[in-house]
């Protein structure tokens, strides 16, 4: 079947089998290998994209499905070749990985909970990564990085709103 | 050595250079490896626990376009020799594939190679397979009988492994101790479960008589095995270094599944990529952990000093061998934990059954037996109703007692337990934290304090192979590192292993800048494939800040040493008169000097300003062998283990809501001391994740296995991961006690927290249930479990009550 994905501002077509996950077209078929495949049944988040802006697992959806829908993955969020966001640069302060495997996920997770808010609560940050899995950092530089965003974020609001 | 305070780069706060790559997307796991060409490979699984395999018809399977292969057991027998086994058991013969007979639900028993993975699995769907169920056994205490049925009827028995040692007057001491003590606690078979699956890429080149491999492991002698096995020379196998492994802690070993995919790479001379899919990876990916049981004894006064320790292990290690036996053995050199218990009887029991294979777990198996060590201390210091803290204090190895060497014949470095004790219950306020747990306890809640107090072996030398097999005589365990220095002055480090988050780009660059005093931000740090390799042993046992730092420190002192030679020569005076600098030589006495870029071209394009019989260029290569561990074990099975102890101290406090039997984690503090750290957010990062591991061992992980032997947790709804609810905050009280065996005081950290925190969740929850009478003595703690049990205990209680109105 022929689909049109819109991935990360950019509009791809595809052909792909109507059985073809969201995961495996945008791994294989668009090219993207930043997105994970963990547990492949819902559980890990390892391959969470965002779908119109909400963290959605990519292993649960069919590549059909994203016909229409606005995918963002990991390699959407860096500004340029060799920039880094300001939540990527944040689990680079904080050290909020080791094996990177889980990150794309969980940077994903965190960046759709800084859209909804700059002021997020320890356990608002703990809620929003609570369905990926890490079993490297035990999540408290994760934590950190999220919330070291938030700060860094909030900060350059009040510049730009005050200047 | 170094005094941390003096330290330039080591011990500071830098980023970890490896993140980038990661936080946008841009790493290399194997998944993202397609060379050219690949075809894709899926495995059929035995339905059965154990079951004669009477026939394969794959013709329906092979009459599928795009289906390129399908081979059983017996076609890779015929070509490939067995996988190696760790200890001295050769009948227990094992291949990628089963041959003949299954031996557990979930073995691999044939492969076939289609165009993609879907096409792949659904040939396998085409595959006929004939099986003859036959009797099984799943219970590790049954198989250890004498008149149990073999798994492998070759080896004529269910034992792999059944070694006694006594270390000291150990009947003596059981004879004259006023009290003793005896219990028997499990821990059950949980396992690392890392997120990113086994996956291995396999290219045979039949012009270059080349195999490529790219594979997701962590792996001492990797490449070796490989080509063992598939009778290939070893300098036709190319193992490929580079790519990032999606966490490990220990069982990403992968040789089946390399032996396999190059196997059938070889027969189609074209690339194979064979990637696990979850299901896969619980039942066949041979990763579990130690399922083990003790019983110990303990002989006591009655100032709580414990004189000496029976120790019964006994440990369900699956259907096949290869090195998990071993797992009894690294415990060996920390068998008395840190404290100065004086004899040790140690029986040592490893046992086929059918169930999957295990693989080594972080820590080796040092985390359960540090559980059933720090069991005991709780007990005695119950039975004699004193304080835990107070008994560990007591029996702790005093910091003016090191070096100290313990029974079984291992000398620990260094520490000052009584020290990282005092300063992590002064910074969580002991009274204070009791006084909450009997708050608690006054709103209707359980709750309890834990405590724990371990060691971490790091170093990793293989003391325990030859201890356990006598055929094994491998003393040799070096780690190597690479350094030049370019003409135009920029240094370049090569490593030889693969790495799966533990930061060792990061550990190089800074130990080498801290040498040679130069940012390490502009230091490259690259990976050999196999073939260029220096001698590796990968990262295991916690070893890398010792045996990699330490090669690292000595390559970069030789390009130190050269450069201020050629100074010396220019300048006019001794070295010993020299002083080096940030990259330069300067001579204090006339003022003259020579910068890093003037001796780096010297020794690149000018020879004949160079000290007569020099060689040119600026590159070196250390082979670090591990700093102790040097000799064979004693015939009466003393051994120096490993060369490092760091130390570790938890706290915790744990709430029970008695109805629901969930444990609430509402204080977590660990006091660590690991020697000179050189990166302290990754040292930081492996704590907290050890003890997130930890808690899941302690309360929620575990393969279960139904009466069929079908493991039941096969996904991660029954198998459950901590999440970040389950994972509380940690405070972490750092100590460091310098290791006189590292050229920085470094020890290692790759295990720290895991080692430690089921012990302390089991003390926490024992704490909290002590009131009813009842123990748990079984990890997983699962809710259910406690539930159940505060469930009884309570309307014990009640009918008693009742029975005595």
């Not at chain 1, 969980?106 to 369905?131: C, F, Y």
């Not at chain 2, 979930?106 to 165009?115: L, N």
């Not at chain 2, 090195?323 to 004086?342: A, C």
Request: hydrophobic letters at 40%; a negative charge; charged letters at 20%.
């Amino acid at each position: 079947m022929r689909v049109e994905l819109s991935v990360n501002g950019r509009t791809v077509a595809v052909d792909v089998e109507p059985r073809r996950t969201l995961l495996d077209c945008l791994r294989e078929d668009v090219g993207l290998d930043g997105t994970h495949a963990g547990c492949e049944h819902g559980v890990c988040g390892a391959c969470t994209i965002l779908l119109d802006g909400e963290p959605v697992r990519s292993c649960l959806m069919l590549a059909v499905q994203g016909d229409g829908h606005a995918i963002t993955t990991i390699e959407g969020l860096s500004p340029g070749p060799g920039e880094l966001s300001v939540l990527q640069d944040a689990f680079c302060e904080t050290h909020g990985l080791q094996c990177g495997y889980c990150t794309p996920g969980m940077i994903l997770a965190g960046q759709a909970l800084l859209a909804r808010t700059l002021s997020p609560s320890r356990a608002e940050i703990v809620e929003a990564i609570s369905g990926n899995i890490c079993r490297c950092t035990g999540y408290g530089q994760i934590v950190e990085a999220i919330a070291l965003a938030a700060q860094r974020l909030r900060a350059a609001n009040r510049k730009a709103g005050g200047a | 050595m170094a005094q941390p305070a003096s330290f330039k780069y080591v011990s500071r706060k830098r980023r970890v250079r490896e993140d980038r790559r990661f936080v946008s997307g841009q790493a290399t796991f194997v998944s993202d490896v397609t060379p050219a060409g690949t075809l894709h490979a899926a495995v059929v699984t035995s339905p059965y626990a154990c079951a004669r395999i009477a026939a394969i018809d794959a013709s329906e399977a092979l009459a599928m376009p795009g289906v390129h292969l399908v081979v059983g057991g017996q076609d890779l027998a015929a070509a490939t020799d067995p996988l190696l086994v760790g200890v001295d058991a050769p009948l227990v013969i094992r291949y990628p594939l089963a041959v003949d007979r299954a031996r557990y639900a979930g073995e691999w028993v044939a492969a076939v190679v289609a165009d993609s993975r879907a096409l792949a699995e659904d040939a396998r769907e085409k595959i006929r397979i004939d099986y003859e169920p036959l009797p099984f056994l799943l219970d590790g205490e049954a198989a250890y009988k004498a008149d149990s049925t073999p798994v492998h009827p070759d080896h004529g028995s269910n034992v792999l492994l059944d070694k006694r040692f006594v270390w000291g007057d150990v009947d003596e001491a059981f004879a004259a101790a006023p009290h003793k003590g005896a219990y028997r606690v499990k821990w059950g078979r949980s396992a690392t479960v890392p997120i990113e699956t086994f996956g291995v890429v396999a290219s045979w080149d039949p012009w270059r008589e080349m195999l490529d491999v790219w594979a997701s492991i962590q792996m001492p002698k990797f490449a070796d095995q490989i080509a063992r096995a598939l009778r290939m020379p070893l300098n036709g196998v190319r193992v490929h270094q580079d790519v990032d492994v999606g966490g490990s802690y220990g069982v990403k070993r992968g040789i089946k599944h390399a032996v396999l995919a190059g196997y059938l790479s070889r027969r189609l001379s074209r690339p194979v990529k064979l990637i696990e899919d979850r299901l896969e990876n619980m039942c066949g990916g041979d990763m579990h952990g130690p399922e083990r049981v003790f019983d110990v004894e303990l002989a006591f006064d009655g100032a709580g000093l414990v004189h000496a320790m029976r120790m019964r292990a006994l440990d369900n290690v699956g259907a096949y061998a290869g090195r998990s036996p071993l797992q009894l053995g690294k415990p060996v050199g920390s068998i008395v934990g840190p404290y100065r218990i004086g004899a040790v009887a140690y029986h040592a029991i490893a046992v086929t059954t059918n169930k999957t294979p295990q693989e080594a777990v972080r820590g080796f198996g040092q985390s359960p037996t540090n559980y059933a060590i720090e069991t005991g201390i709780d007990r005695v210091a119950e039975a004699l109703a004193l304080d835990r803290l107070e008994v560990r204090r007591r029996n702790f190895i005093r910091a003016e007692e090191f070096p100290y060497l313990i029974p079984s014949g291992t000398t620990y470095d260094s520490g000052d337990y009584h020290t990282v004790v005092a300063k992590t219950l002064d910074r969580l306020g002991w009274e204070a934290l009791v006084a909450e747990r009997d708050r608690l306890r006054t709103t209707g809640q359980l709750a309890g304090i834990g405590v724990a107090s371990c060691l971490e072996p790091s170093g990793g030398n293989s003391s325990f192979e030859p201890l356990l097999n006598t055929k094994n005589t491998t003393t040799t365990w070096m780690e190597s590192c690479r350094i030049m220095v370019d003409a135009l002055g920029a240094i370049t480090l090569t490593i030889h292993t693969t790495s799966s988050g533990q930061g060792h780009e990061t550990l190089a660059a800074t130990v080498a800048g801290e040498v040679l005093q130069i940012d390490p931000d502009r230091i490259r740090v690259v990976r050999a494939t196999s073939l260029e390799s220096l001698p590796s042993n990968s990262p295991v046992g916690s070893r890398m800040a010792i045996m990699l730092g330490g090669a690292v420190h000595h390559a970069a002192g030789q390009v130190r040493d050269k450069l201020i030679a050629i100074a010396a020569h220019r300048l006019g005076a001794p070295a010993s008169a020299l002083r080096y600098r940030d990259g330069g030589v300067e001579h204090p006495a006339s003022g003259r000097a020579m910068e890093w870029i003037d001796l780096a071209t010297i020794a690149h394009r000018h020879f004949h300003l160079l000290p007569p019989g020099m060689a040119p260029g600026l590159a070196f290569d250390h082979i670090l062998q591990v700093p102790t561990g040097l000799e064979l074990p004693t015939p009466d099975g003393r051994v120096q283990m490993y060369p490092c102890f760091s130390f570790e101290f938890h706290v915790v406090l744990v709430a029970i809501d008695p109805e629901i039997g969930k444990p609430q984690i509402r204080r977590y503090v660990i006091g660590h001391d690991c020697g000179t750290v050189i990166n302290p957010d990754i040292v930081r990062g492996m704590t907290l994740g050890g003890i997130a591991h930890g808690i899941g061992a302690a309360l929620l992980e575990e393969f279960a296995y139904d009466g069929e032997g079908q493991l039941v947790a096969q996904s991660f709804m029954d198998y459950l991961l901590p999440s970040a609810h389950e994972v509380p905050e940690v405070e972490i009280v750092h100590h460091v006690t310098p290791s006189p065996n590292t050229v920085l005081g470094q020890k290692g950290s790759g295990e720290s927290g895991y080692l430690g925190a089921p012990a302390a969740l089991s003390s926490a929850i024992n704490d909290a249930v002590r009131p009813l009478g009842i123990r748990f003595e079984v990890l997983p703690m699962r809710i259910s479990a406690i539930g159940d049990a505060i469930a009884e205990a309570v309307r014990r209680q009640e009918t008693s009550k009742g029975a005595s109105r």
